[in-house]
Nanobody
């Protein structure tokens, strides 16, 4: 089993920055891909960024490329999402997830955290 706990959400003004943290406990050899997803009220959950903890390979949604950066610590137990130049459309609940492939598709992720709220005020 893998447990995930997100933190770092909050309220920020347009153009500001936040860094989200996902602490992972437990281990499963099949789920070494970590992803960040977000869901705004009334909208479907969408993939934001992903990382393969074995190689550091990353992927990003087009909407966040150049603004968001996903990284991990050396042990691979903590994954970060640095979010810069935040816009109102970035608001939502942000979830960390562990999956079995490097894609931004919900179905590939098996373990999910409870989420952390990000609000960008215009």
């Amino acid at each position: 089993q893998v447990q995930l706990v997100e933190s770092g959400g909050g309220s920020v003004e347009t153009g500001g920055s936040l860094r989200l943290t996902c602490e992972r406990s437990g281990y499963h050899p099949g789920y070494r891909f970590m992803g960040w997803f977000r869901q705004a009220p009334g909208k479907d959950r969408e993939g934001v960024a992903g990382i393969y903890t074995q190689t550091g390979s990353t992927i990003y949604a087009d909407a966040v490329k150049g603004r968001f950066t996903i990284t991990e610590d050396n042990a691979g137990n903590t994954v970060y999402l640095q979010m810069n130049s935040l816009q109102s459309e970035d608001s939502g609940m942000y979830y960390c997830a562990a999956g079995n492939t490097l894609v931004l598709r919900e179905g590939a992720y098996i373990f999910w955290g409870q989420g952390t709220q990000v609000t960008v005020a215009s």
